[in-house]
């Protein structure tokens, strides 16, 4: 490890700071203490890594630098803390793969690299809601954990709100290339706002409501399975568990157990056979119109503003400058979760933007020059 170059040290120094602190907040979200343990072992691991690298930074007679939280794990706090550990788990997960990935291209880091590894697997079972693997009172608790939806529906409010920005930006572009008046431009974005914002809130509204329904259905059918044949479910939650790599025995006990308390097997049932939480049934349909309606208004609103207050090209100028900076925003955001350098992604997200409403624009000047003729 001589050859290490200290700028190096210092970048595994503080990524491993930040893993610890996004694996504290994790533990301090976690309302299962089971959970929030396992996540402070992980904490933990972060720790000594970090200390392993300070350590070598002393050896080699440089200063330590003072922890310093990237923009991306202090939004990633914000988050965990407002809405829970499930919000940064899967994120935490991509982490853990691309810290591997730096391990595993330096000398003398192997045993880190697998370290990192084991992390985004059991991460990755966690967010599934397998258990293979995970021992102890941790395995208990995992089981009948299924996919969590908080780096999901993170990923959907940053696509929501860009679907509504680039198509209500391209449709303003094409007709302001009409050379329509300002107030027709106006009209017709506020009308390109609402018609996406209703569409998208409608489409989410039947695709829940939808998945609740045979959720529902799917639930009154495994109670009177429960009924009529629990030895079957019993059998059937023992595969389930060994399929998991439980032993058989252990499995068979495990299932015994779970259907002795009738007031929770058939929780449990959905949840394992399932991968329903009752509780939840995939959410509010209402929660997920509205919130589908309000973040494509968010994106859509922006191209709009500039025709609230002047017309021409200067709110032409205004509308590609504003929506521009949206896009390169939501590009930006885009880094949470693919852990891609935050002026690329954004620069990327922007140009792609531009060049849509580019062509919408050409393709307005050309229809409105022919119908003018």
Same mark, same amino acid.
């Given at each position: 490890?001589?050859?290490?170059?200290?700028?190096?040290?210092?970048?595994?120094?503080?990524?491993?700071?930040?893993?610890?602190?996004?694996?504290?907040?994790?533990?301090?979200?976690?309302?299962?203490?089971?959970?929030?343990?396992?996540?402070?072992?992980?904490?933990?691991?972060?720790?000594?890594?970090?200390?392993?690298?300070?350590?070598?930074?002393?050896?080699?007679?440089?200063?330590?630098?003072?922890?310093?939280?990237?923009?991306?794990?202090?939004?990633?706090?914000?988050?965990?803390?407002?809405?829970?550990?499930?919000?940064?788990?899967?994120?935490?997960?991509?982490?853990?793969?691309?810290?591997?990935?730096?391990?595993?291209?330096?000398?003398?880091?192997?045993?880190?690299?697998?370290?990192?590894?084991?992390?985004?697997?059991?991460?990755?079972?966690?967010?599934?809601?397998?258990?293979?693997?995970?021992?102890?009172?941790?395995?208990?608790?995992?089981?009948?954990?299924?996919?969590?939806?908080?780096?999901?529906?993170?990923?959907?409010?940053?696509?929501?709100?860009?679907?509504?920005?680039?198509?209500?930006? *391209?449709? $303003?572009?094409?007709? &302001? +290339?009409?050379?329509?008046? #300002?107030? /027709? =431009?106006? %009209?017709?974005?506020?009308?390109?706002?609402?018609?996406?914002?209703?569409?998208?809130?409608?489409?989410?509204?039947?695709?829940?409501?939808?998945?609740?329904?045979?959720?529902?259905?799917?639930?009154?059918?495994?109670?009177?399975?429960?009924?009529?044949?629990?030895?079957?479910?019993?059998?059937?939650?023992?595969?389930?568990?060994?399929?998991?790599?439980?032993?058989?025995?252990?499995?068979?006990?495990?299932?015994?157990?779970?259907?002795?308390?009738?007031?929770?097997?058939?929780?449990?049932?959905?949840?394992?056979?399932?991968?329903?939480?009752?509780?939840?049934?995939?959410?509010?349909?209402?929660?997920?119109?509205?919130?589908?309606?309000?973040?494509?208004?968010?994106?859509?609103?922006?191209?709009?503003?500039?025709?609230?207050?002047?017309?021409?090209?200067?709110?032409?100028?205004? *509308?590609? $400058?504003?929506?521009? &900076? +949206?896009?390169?925003?939501? #590009?930006? /955001? =885009?880094? %949470?979760?693919?852990?891609?350098?935050?002026?690329?992604?954004?620069?990327?997200?922007?140009?792609?933007?531009?060049?849509?409403?580019?062509?919408?624009?050409?393709?307005?000047?050309?229809?409105?020059?022919?119908?003018?003729?």
């Amino acid at each position: 490890m001589n050859d290490y170059d200290p700028k190096q040290i210092i970048d595994f120094l503080q990524d491993e700071r930040n893993s610890m602190v996004l694996y504290q907040t994790a533990a301090e979200a976690e309302t299962n203490p089971y959970l929030a343990e396992f996540y402070r072992k992980l904490a933990q691991t972060e720790k000594a890594h970090a200390e392993r690298w300070a350590k070598k930074l002393e050896e080699l007679g440089v200063p330590v630098p003072k922890p310093a939280l990237t923009w991306r794990t202090k939004t990633l706090v914000w988050l965990g803390k407002r809405f829970g550990a499930n919000m940064i788990t899967p994120v935490l997960g991509k982490m853990e793969q691309s810290g591997a990935a730096g391990y595993s291209s330096a000398s003398g880091t192997g045993d880190l690299a697998l370290v990192e590894q084991s992390h985004a697997r059991l991460l990755k079972e966690l967010t599934l809601g397998k258990a293979g693997g995970i021992e102890g009172g941790v395995l208990a608790q995992i089981e009948g954990r299924h996919r969590s939806a908080g780096g999901n529906a993170l990923r959907a409010a940053v696509l929501g709100a860009n679907d509504g920005l680039v198509s209500n930006f *391209s449709l $303003v572009m094409g007709v &302001a +290339g009409a050379e329509l008046a #300002g107030s /027709s =431009i106006l %009209l017709t974005g506020m009308a390109g706002l609402l018609a996406g914002a209703i569409s998208m809130a409608l489409g989410e509204w039947i695709s829940v409501q939808s998945s609740r329904e045979l959720y529902q259905k799917q639930i009154r059918t495994e109670e009177q399975e429960l009924a009529q044949f629990p030895e079957e479910e019993m059998e059937e939650l023992a595969l389930i568990y060994q399929a998991r790599g439980i032993s058989r025995e252990t499995a068979n006990n495990l299932a015994k157990k779970v259907l002795e308390n009738k007031t929770d097997a058939l929780e449990i049932l959905v949840r394992e056979e399932l991968s329903i939480d009752p509780k939840e049934l995939g959410g509010s349909a209402w929660e997920a119109a509205l919130t589908s309606f309000f973040l494509f208004a968010v994106g859509a609103i922006l191209p709009v503003i500039p025709y609230l207050f002047t017309d021409g090209m200067p709110a032409v100028i205004l *509308s590609a $400058v504003l929506s521009a &900076a +949206g896009l390169f925003g939501i #590009g930006a /955001s =885009i880094t %949470l979760f693919t852990g891609r350098p935050v002026l690329s992604s954004g620069i990327r997200q922007m140009l792609f933007g531009l060049a849509a409403a580019a062509v919408t624009f050409g393709i307005g000047r050309l229809l409105g020059v022919n119908l003018a003729g």
